[in-house]
């Protein structure tokens, strides 16, 4: 696993937890936690380097 890739998933792990600290409602988390899906994956996109065999 790369650096960057850790970077990610530690950023992904906060996320997540501050996205549940701050729901009231199962609907709440779920919405939380796609966004925090959409966002982990928006930045892995903008940090593609374009070669398809990295991880």
């Known amino acids: 696993m790369t650096n ?3 970077k990610l998933t530690a ?6 937890a501050l996205a549940v600290s701050a ?5 709440g988390a779920g919405k939380d ?3 925090t899906g959409q966002a982990i994956e ?4 903008e940090t593609n380097d374009g070669d398809p065999n990295t991880p």
């Open 42 to 45: 928006e930045t892995a996109e």
């Open 4 to 6: 960057l890739s850790k």
């Open 23 to 27: 729901c009231n409602t199962v609907e």
């Open 33 to 35: 936690i796609q966004q």
């Open 11 to 16: 950023l992904g792990f906060v996320l997540s």
